[in-house]
């Protein structure tokens, strides 16, 4: 995995309810970051529509936070539709055949949120691995989960109180007026990640030789 060359996908559902097990998604958004010079370079977003039950499932709640409203989700392209067309954009950016060439993981909170809902819709429409027991749209390992980056740094902080997506973007300067947008979360997150991964890029050049064998007992 060192020096590596998967591009990474950073991406955000904006959905229905709170319950990754059971809540419909409403809209996808996502970017793709290239690796070498973490630039981005592509992004998708749709709206998604979802079937009869999962449509019966939207609170009232998440449609306000989303500002979304119900004849807006009946009007967009079916979920089954959406699907397809995000597997379809991640996939291009492949970098080779098997699963561990493609794009890495990421996002906000992915890891507790839209994983698990990934997870969910990779099961109904695909790709899924019934061998393994798990979705191959993503690289197996790692994921990126910006939340737990900015936990590691901010955990002795007293400021941002908060450090929810929108609290950590206002804090480090990001325009959040578009906030709880899939499109404009993903951007902020990728602009969060990259401006933390070519943070710690230039602490690795400053400090490689004395984090090599770092941990051997010293000589007396």
Same mark, same amino acid.
């Given at each position: 995995?060192?020096?590596?060359?998967?591009?990474?996908?950073?991406?955000?559902?904006?959905?229905?309810?709170?319950? /990754?097990?059971?809540? /419909?998604?409403?809209?996808?958004?996502?970017?793709?970051?290239? /690796?070498?010079?973490?630039?981005?370079?592509?992004?998708?977003?749709?709206?998604?529509?979802?079937?009869e039950k999962g449509f019966a499932k939207i609170q009232d709640g998440a449609l306000a936070v989303n500002n979304l409203t119900r004849e807006e989700i009946k009007k967009a392209v079916p979920e089954k539709i959406v699907w397809k067309d995000f597997t379809t954009f991640i996939g291009k950016h492949k970098k080779g055949t098997s699963n561990w060439n493609n794009c890495i993981e990421s996002g906000f909170n992915i890891t507790g949120?839209?994983?698990?809902?990934?997870?969910?819709?990779?099961?109904?429409?695909? !790709?899924?691995?019934?061998?393994?027991?798990?979705?191959?749209?993503?690289?197996?390992? !790692?994921?990126?989960?910006?939340?737990?980056?900015?936990?590691?740094?901010?955990?002795?902080?007293?400021?941002?109180?908060?450090?929810?997506?929108?609290?950590? $973007?206002?804090?480090?300067?990001?325009?959040?007026?578009? $906030?709880?947008?899939?499109?404009?979360?993903?951007?902020?997150?990728?602009?969060?990640?990259?401006?933390?991964?070519?943070?710690?890029?230039?602490?690795?050049?400053?400090?490689?030789?004395?984090?090599?064998?770092?941990?051997? /007992?010293?000589?007396?």
């Amino acid at each position: 995995m060192a020096n590596n060359n998967n591009k990474i996908c950073v991406y955000d559902y904006e959905t229905g309810g709170t319950n /990754p097990l059971t809540t /419909p998604i409403l809209s996808i958004g996502a970017v793709i970051v290239e /690796p070498t010079d973490l630039k981005i370079i592509d992004e998708f977003y749709s709206l998604s529509q979802p079937d009869e039950k999962g449509f019966a499932k939207i609170q009232d709640g998440a449609l306000a936070v989303n500002n979304l409203t119900r004849e807006e989700i009946k009007k967009a392209v079916p979920e089954k539709i959406v699907w397809k067309d995000f597997t379809t954009f991640i996939g291009k950016h492949k970098k080779g055949t098997s699963n561990w060439n493609n794009c890495i993981e990421s996002g906000f909170n992915i890891t507790g949120f839209d994983s698990i809902i990934t997870e969910r819709m990779c099961k109904l429409y695909g !790709p899924y691995d019934k061998k393994e027991g798990r979705s191959k749209l993503f690289r197996p390992f !790692p994921k990126i989960d910006a939340a737990q980056i900015i936990f590691s740094w901010f955990e002795n902080e007293t400021e941002p109180f908060k450090l929810g997506l929108t609290s950590i $973007a206002e804090h480090l300067g990001i325009d959040t007026t578009k $906030a709880h947008n899939s499109l404009e979360d993903s951007r902020m997150t990728a602009q969060i990640l990259i401006k933390f991964l070519k943070f710690q890029r230039n602490i690795m050049e400053q400090y490689r030789e004395k984090i090599k064998g770092c941990f051997l /007992p010293k000589e007396e």
